[in-house]
């Protein structure tokens, strides 16, 4: 759909060095023959990429619930028969809240800081969007019953589960011991860490 012309002066690149050496003097132009309907067509897949973006992206509210923090808890991840065992630090820094979680043998595995309901880089650990949608959810996992509707408004709390339609399911056993389902995901077990991690 796009056709890309060298020129170097007046003369076509081709006659400028050959293909693979081109002088400096060269300038590329870009002649576009987008139809009205390519455009259309262009722009209405940009809107569905951006769109589809916006809905992957894990929700967060608009200011930070009042956790009690700090907290370590463990975290087990099961899908299809497999099961993943995390340790998760989540404290105040700062105006943030940093999220540190490593695996049992204490290697690092996520590290994100929430700051100003953005989510940053913590530390040189390549991005785990995985880890940074757990965190998301167990923020509203976490949010106390009587902030849920100010921090979460399409949220429900019947008894010992709450949901948030559409992203994340939460069963409690306990206020810190609950089941967390994801749609499209995995299941996690959280439990308060104690001394001993199974």
């Known amino acids: 759909m796009f056709t890309v012309v060298k020129f170097c002066g007046s003369e076509p690149a081709r006659d400028c060095g050959g293909s693979g050496n081109l002088t400096v003097g060269c300038n590329t132009v870009i002649a576009s023959r987008l139809t009205p309907t390519g455009i259309a067509r262009f722009l209405l897949l940009g809107a569905a990429l951006l769109l589809s973006a916006c809905a992957s992206r894990a929700p967060l509210p608009e200011q930070t619930p009042d956790l009690p923090l700090p907290l370590q808890l463990h975290i087990q991840r099961l899908q299809d028969d497999q099961r993943l065992d995390w340790v998760l630090v989540i404290q105040r820094e700062g105006p943030g809240i940093r999220w540190s979680m490593m695996d049992l043998l204490g290697i690092p595995q996520a590290r994100q800081k929430l700051v100003d309901g953005e989510w940053h880089a913590d530390g040189l650990l390549p991005p785990n969007p995985e880890a940074r949608e757990l965190f ?63």
């Open 136 to 198: 998301a959810a167990l923020m509203f996992a976490l949010t106390p019953k009587d902030q849920l509707q100010g921090h979460y408004p399409l949220a429900w709390q019947h008894g010992a589960q709450r949901s948030l339609p559409e992203h994340w399911d939460v069963r409690y056993a306990q206020p810190m011991n609950f089941e967390l389902t994801l749609p499209k995901g995995p299941k996690y077990q959280v439990t308060p860490l104690s001394g001993d991690t199974p």
